[in-house]
């Protein structure tokens, strides 16, 4: 059985950083390209950063420069470090194994201006 736990998310005022994990079990980590995605309220959910089995990154333009996702297969943990936080980062942040359809239950970020 999959899982994919989050955990960091918290309250932050804007220009803050916050460091989110995803700690995965029942999958070779290692072998699938992951994601961090999120979801605002009212709005649908979106991929923010993707990093491939061999670490090569891609981020949607909204969070380019501010937010690094990075993977540890030794631990088989995904991180996403957000810096520069603005309050149209708050979400419920998710972590996703997309070419499985597998996603956690998310954690909430809050970016107050």
């Known amino acids: 059985q999959v899982h994919l736990v989050e955990s960091g998310g918290g309250w932050v005022q804007a220009g803050g950083s916050l460091r989110l994990s995803c700690a995965t079990s029942?999958?070779?980590?290692?072998?699938?390209?992951m994601a961090w995605g999120r979801q605002a309220p009212g709005k649908q959910r979106e991929l923010v950063a993707q990093?491939?089995?061999?670490?090569?990154?891609n981020y949607t333009d909204s969070v380019q420069g501010r937010f690094t996702i990075s993977r540890d297969n030794k631990y088989s943990r995904l991180y996403l470090q957000m810096t520069s936080l603005r309050p149209e980062d708050t979400a419920v942040y998710y972590c996703?194994?997309?070419?499985?359809?597998?996603w956690g239950r998310g954690t909430q970020v809050t970016v107050a201006s």
């Open positions: 996703n194994v997309p070419s499985r359809g597998f």
């Open positions: 990093i491939t089995s061999d670490g090569t990154t």
């Open positions: 029942g999958i070779n980590f290692k072998l699938y390209r």
